[in-house]
């Protein structure tokens, strides 16, 4: 497994933007995708946006579509979520994920908290 740190969590105004990073150490040769998702107090967790590894192809929860912007850099090993016109529920603890075929590794979370 790798490991994950996850950093740019922080305190924002309702229409702010924050970007989240989510750096692996080891190989990630054998990683398929990875994702950021998301959870909130007394809520499940949600996927907000998953991207592959070799393709770059991209997804997104409906609720982000347009405003969110996830990424990748292989040769950092780190995916980055692009978060603008915030809203405040978006408010959350945000989880980065790598996935293998087999395996699934988790960031400890960064909390993001949209409020005036």
């Known amino acids: 497994q790798v490991q994950l740190v996850e950093s740019g969590g922080g305190l924002v105004q309702p229409g702010g933007s924050l970007k989240l990073s989510c750096a692996a150490s080891?190989?990630?040769?054998?990683?398929?995708?990875m994702a950021w998702y998301r959870q909130a107090p007394g809520k499940q967790r949600e996927l907000v946006a998953s991207?592959?590894?070799?393709?770059?192809?991209?997804n997104y929860a409906d609720s982000v579509k347009g405003r969110f912007t996830i990424s990748r850099d292989n040769a950092k090993k780190t995916v980055y979520l692009q978060m603008n016109r915030l809203k405040p529920e978006d408010t959350a603890a945000y989880y980065c994920?790598?996935?293998?075929?087999?395996?699934?590794?988790w960031g400890q979370g960064t909390q993001v908290t949209v409020s005036s």
């Open positions: 991207i592959s590894r070799v393709s770059g192809f991209t």
């Open positions: 994920k790598f996935s293998t075929p087999r395996e699934e590794s």
């Open positions: 080891g190989s990630i040769f054998s990683i398929s995708s």
